[in-house]
């Protein structure tokens, strides 16, 4: 595995490094303000570089002693397959050890990967979307118990 800088600070990154980084991984179209935010906003944060380029970034919401949210985990694609989502999500969790609860929702497919790195499946987590005919459309909302 080729060597990496971490970075645990949004102060110097680029955001318009960051979006190009979500589109390339792919996490969507998300603008730099929005990234910048979202990653301001965010207890802990990782961001991972090879030869000055940004190649993984990852954060993690957080109240300091009830609950984490693993939010957003993006590795490149020229650097996925080498182990380095796993210790973004490795490095996120130990930076929220002590809270007494560390959640994620997982894209369908992933779910192996996550339970891997020691998370379970909740059986009552339930959420608001904004779009929720294409969150149920892509697999993360369960259509069939929703109230129309």
Known sequence: MGDYSWVHRA???????????????PLGDKPPEALATVF??????????????LVGAGRALADGVDCAYIGDVAVHPD????GLGSRIMRKL?????????IILY??????????GLGFLPMKTAMGIWRDPARAIEI????GEHSQS
């Open 139 to 142: 697999g993360l909302l369960d």
């Open 11 to 25: 102060d110097d990154v680029d955001f318009d490094e960051l979006a190009h980084l979500y589109r390339m991984a």
């Open 79 to 82: 650097h996925q397959g080498r």
């Open 93 to 101: 969790v130990e930076l929220a050890q002590g809270h007494k609860k």
């Open 40 to 53: 301001d906003n965010s207890m802990f944060a990782c961001f991972v570089y090879a030869d000055g380029a």
């Open 106 to 115: 997982a894209s369908p497919g992933t779910e192996a990967f996550y339970s």
